[in-house]
Antibody, heavy 124, light 107 residues
Framework: QGQLVQSGAEVKKPGASVKVSCKASGYSFRSYAIHWVRQAPGQRLEWMGWINAGNGNTKYSQKFQDRVTITRDTSASTVYVELSSLRSEDTAVYYC?????????????????WGQGTLVTVSS | DIQMTQSPSSLSASVGDRVAITCRASQSISKYLNWYQQKPGEAPKLLIYVASSLQSGVPSRFSGRGSGTDFTLTISSLQPEDFATYYCQQTHNTPPTFGQGTKVEIK
């Protein structure tokens, strides 16, 4: 059974950057894409981007294009998301989730495994 | 971006009730619609994918139907563990987008 385990909560000041990790286990890491999504308090889920864990290709939401970077370390079966120039509106729980495939095109499948979430708080 | 609209936004129901939640897309998404369940403090859980396929391990009281722009999630007999928020998600276009959620509460 696959599992995604994320790093712990973070508190950052406005203008800083944050990097959250997501360690995969129990499945073939390189064979699936990993998405990052976030959920601000009381809000719907918001997609940030994905990475092809096999070749490292990425695709980002236009909303975050200039501030987000998703990377992976295949030797550690770990994916990272880094968000820069943080502002208070970035306070949210950040989730990694595996794309289980079967979608219309690569990266458009359903999301079958989820990390436990990482709370990022941006406050001065 | 494709807008996803769920109705109702919340509902109150009793154990054993049949519950239906609808999701409408702002344009056709064929069958590329997923449903997730989220409980407070937890990550979402995949219930239904490509509109009507039941995810492994999900009870058969959950079912989905629809295509194009209109979709429905049905819980045939609500159980105590089903009180949660449900989200639809389209993956036909990038970016994937979610509905605003439907909170199912105990009556």
């Amino acid at each position: 059974q696959g599992q995604l385990v994320q790093s712990g909560a973070e508190v950052k000041k406005p203008g800083a950057s944050v990097k959250v990790s997501c360690k995969a286990s129990g499945y073939s890491f390189r064979s699936y894409a990993i998405h990052w999504v976030r959920q601000a308090p009381g809000q719907r889920l918001e997609w940030m981007g994905w990475i092809n864990a096999g070749n490292g290709n990425t695709k980002y939401s236009q909303k975050f294009q200039d501030r987000v970077t998703i990377t992976r370390d295949t030797s550690a079966s770990t994916v990272y998301v880094e968000l820069s120039s943080l502002r208070s509106e970035d306070t949210a729980v950040y989730y990694c989730t595996r794309d289980g495939g079967g979608g219309y095109y690569y990266g458009s499948g359903s999301w079958d495994y989820w990390g436990q979430g990482t709370l990022v708080t941006v406050s001065s | 971006d494709i807008q996803m609209t769920q109705s109702p936004s919340s509902l109150s129901a009793s154990v054993g009730d049949r519950v239906a939640i609808t999701c409408r897309a702002s344009q056709s998404i064929s069958k590329y619609l997923n449903w997730y369940q989220q409980k407070p403090g937890e990550a979402p859980k995949l219930l239904i994918y490509v509109a009507s396929s039941l995810q492994s391990g999900v009870p058969s009281r959950f079912s989905g139907r629809g295509s194009g722009t209109d979709f429905t999630l049905t819980i045939s007999s609500l159980q105590p563990e089903d009180f949660a928020t449900y989200y639809c998600q389209q993956t036909h276009n990038t970016p994937p987008t979610f509905g605003q959620g439907t909170k199912v509460e105990i009556k």
